[in-house]
């Protein structure tokens, strides 16, 4: 057999391996414009309305899918209201709780629009308008004699001038992001609500039932749904918060479906998934999990136990450090999931495997060698050197868990860029950015106490002086060794709002004078973060130049085995789709629907698993109206799906195949989440909160009859629910 036909018969085999496990999993997070690829599959799945509808940014059910910046939600209602998950408006909660006033327990119904309250500064509501190609624009100017800094900047240049030409029109937030390695690039145009109010969220004893112990497992039993709402000026346009600021009303919404799922039903998810690595090599692949993923585990880990001692018994310091706690507990369990499922999945050898044969469709091919032989090449050079680069950085985000020390780097970084013309100051740093930062540094004064700061810098610190010396800052440690923790703390003005972001519009030098000890540890970091900055840059530049080019060769030798390409996730908007689905392994079986006599069965009345009485009481009296599921006979609280899901994309709808709102989705399963790095269709699974459980804790517990009438759902007749606890 000659070379040629070796390389198609492994083509052949790959293609057919690939069409095999498509047919019994639901792969890809698809663009809005690939639906033409992929909706004669969705209709063959039971997706009803038309596939080109969902190619459409400017009609339902797509235009009425928001990103909140981490988070994704959906317009439920005319009105300008946000349906979305617990988690996603934690924060907000906590920034509005106080003592006597403690909603992160108590959860928080405002019975009228005067009630609504601000979310936490820097809250944003994006609704994406537009998108498009513009690779030809972001590659002016790029050649291959250009050295990787230079490659960088030009990119970085050009990303610039997209997005000022875009942000033109008052209100929009614009971004352009790199698909396939860099391949192709897009921009996306979104408009911007800056005026964002809590609206509503259930107790903690709903909204996270079952807290980490749960988080990424199944049987699930969490009501992960929470209430936001947009408000604009009143004529229309977006400013922010103003008390006479009205309700924005959105082009489209979603509506509430009137019947319920049922196992095997088709559902489709539309969110903002954050970031996967599929299309990594398998030389990252294997530093990944070899080196730097047990590295982060262990230290979020150990982060996530000194915030528990730090706080321990104070209920205050809880209040204050609850969002970042969540956080790093839910990271720190995705990674050790990712470790496990590695091994599981055989995950080194399933990226060999697949590498080779797209390497021996290029080889076998002297025209395809010559065209993307030295990128490969290239790039398994430059995967070694952004190894070593990846482990020589780690101690920048040790320093990172003292918040004053990052807010004073933060604005010394603002002085410093702003000495510049704004085209050529460094991206996040530009007057564009201005808003977000007053949000970061306002979010501290809720998100830090003194003594529970210096706990965690002390136990950061440790595991800083044990790098390498090559790796650390010395001018840092020279600095803080002659100041002192004490001082560090005692004498900062920095921990004071008004003062912090009255640093906003000061010169350098100013700076440079300052006499406050976070100050002058932010400018004593300063010249080695640049340095190291510049590196990373040059790295970068020659990574994505190599990486593009290999993308190309990918993409073509996925198109010769008829295999459909999505890009990885990006923090853009995506649609992907699957069925209502169990799963059953090595003797577990796991069925699609969890329900309400599951949550009275794990309620213990005690830390993680405290539901609240009204909730316990009208479970045991079954109290359930019409959000009974007619198969299961009772109410469903969570179920499963195929849908292809990953970080970003908590608080996406989930829809049925006619577009309504069925849930939303909230977690994946922990032996799944190691397909962020591939695809395994026998273990992926996503959770959603049944929307019939949210209209019955709106309902029959909470008392939301406002808006339950506000989204067109009709409450249950003779429902007495008490009103809410705040």
């Known amino acids: 057999m000659n070379s040629n036909m070796k390389c198609f018969a492994q083509a052949s085999t790959i293609a057919l391996l690939w069409t095999a496990s498509a047919a ?10 690939q639906t033409a690829d992929v909706g004669a599959a969705m209709r063959a799945d039971g997706l009803q309305i038309d596939p080109a509808q969902l190619s459409r940014l400017d009609a339902a059910p797509l235009n009425a899918i928001v990103s909140l910046g981490g988070c994704s939600a959906s317009f439920v209602s005319p009105e300008g209201l946000i349906a979305t998950n617990h988690h996603c408006v934690l924060e907000s909660l906590q920034y509005n709780s106080k003592e006597g006033e403690d909603h992160l327990t108590n959860g928080f119904l405002a019975k009228s629009l005067s009630e609504e309250l601000p979310a936490t500064p820097g809250s944003r509501i994006y609704i994406v308008e537009g998108q498009r190609n513009v690779t030809a624009d972001m590659l002016k100017g790029i050649s291959a004699d250009l050295t990787g800094f230079a490659r960088h900047e030009r990119l970085d240049a050009n990303r610039k001038a997209l997005i000022a030409a875009c942000e033109e029109q008052p209100n929009r937030r614009c971004d352009v992001r790199a698909y396939y390695g860099g391949a192709s690039y897009y921009l996306q145009q979104k408009l911007e609500i800056q005026d964002v109010r809590l609206v509503y969220a259930p107790a903690r004893g709903i909204g996270e039932f079952g807290g980490d112990k749960d988080n990424w497992m199944w049987p699930r039993h969490t009501g992960d749904f929470g ?28 509506r509430i479906a009137r019947q319920g799922l049922k196992e095997g039903d088709f559902v489709m998810v539309a969110g903002f998934p954050g970031t996967t690595d599929r299309f990594r090599t398998a030389r990252e692949v294997g530093f990944n999990f070899a080196h730097y993923e047990p590295l982060w585990q262990r230290w979020l880990s150990d982060y996530a136990a000194q915030i528990k001692r730090a706080t321990a018994g104070n209920r205050t310091a809880q209040i204050r450090y609850a969002s970042i706690l969540q956080g790093v507990e839910n990271y720190a369990k995705k990674l050790a999931g990712d470790l496990a499922g590695a091994d599981a999945v055989g995950l080194n050898a399933r990226k060999v495997t697949e590498e080779t044969a797209y390497r021996n469709w290029v080889a076998g091919n002297p025209a395809l060698q010559a065209r993307y ?55 996040g740093f530009q007057d564009r950015d201005r808003s977000e930062i007053i949000g970061r540094l306002t979010r501290v004064e809720r998100e830090y106490l003194p003594d529970i ?168 009296a079954k109290d359930y109206g019409p959000y009974v599921a007619p198969a299961l006979g009772t109410l469903p609280v969570d179920f499963l799906s195929t849908v292809d899901i990953t970080n970003g994309n908590s608080g996406s709808a989930t829809l049925n195949g006619r577009g309504e709102l069925v849930g939303l989705a909230f977690d994946g399963t922990l032996d799944g989440v190691i397909t962020d790095w591939a695809f395994a269709g026998d273990r992926n699974r996503s959770i959603h909160v049944d929307s019939r459980f949210m209209l019955w804790t709106m309902d029959k517990i909470d008392g939301a009859d406002r808006l339950l009438k506000e989204m067109g759902v009709q409450r249950a007749s003779g429902s007495s629910a008490p009103g809410k606890r705040s």
């Open 24 to 33: 019994s999993a639901s792969e890809g997070m698809w663009m809005p414009n």
């Open 227 to 254: 209430f936001y709402r947009a408000y604009v000026a009143p004529n229309g346009s977006p400013r922010p918060y103003a008390p006479d600021n009205v309700p924005y009303r959105p082009k489209n919404w979603l």
């Open 373 to 427: 032989g030295e990128a490969i090449a290239e790039l398994d050079a430059l995967v070694e050197e952004s190894s070593r680069a990846s482990l020589q950085r780690r101690g920048a985000a040790l320093l990172g868990q003292a918040q004053i020390l990052s807010s004073a780097r933060t604005l010394y970084r603002w002085a410093k860029e702003h000495e510049k013309p704004d085209a050529t100051r460094e991206s």
């Open 453 to 620: 700061d210096r706990k965690l810098f002390e136990a950061a610190l440790e595991e800083y002086h044990r790098l390498d010396a090559k790796d650390r800052d010395t001018a840092f440690e020279t600095a803080l060794g002659q100041i002192g923790l004490d001082r560090l703390y005692a004498d900062t003005k920095l921990a004071d709002t008004a003062t912090r972001l009255g640093w906003l519009d000061k010169p350098a030098a100013a700076f440079e004078a300052s006499h406050d000890p976070f100050i002058k540890l932010a400018v004593a970091l300063y010249p080695g973060d640049i340095t190291a900055e510049r590196t990373d840059k040059d790295l970068a530049g020659r990574t994505e130049a190599a990486r593009a080019t290999y993308m190309q060769g990918l993409l073509a030798y996925r198109k010769a085995i008829g295999r459909p390409v999505y890009p990885d996730a990006n923090g853009t908007l995506r649609l992907t789709w699957g069925k209502v689905t169990g799963r059953t392994q090595d003797g577990q079986i796991w069925t699609p629907f969890t329900t309400a006599e599951g949550l009275l069965a794990k309620h213990t009345g005690k830390g993680e698993f405290d539901a609240p009485e009204d909730a316990i009481a009208a479970i045991r």
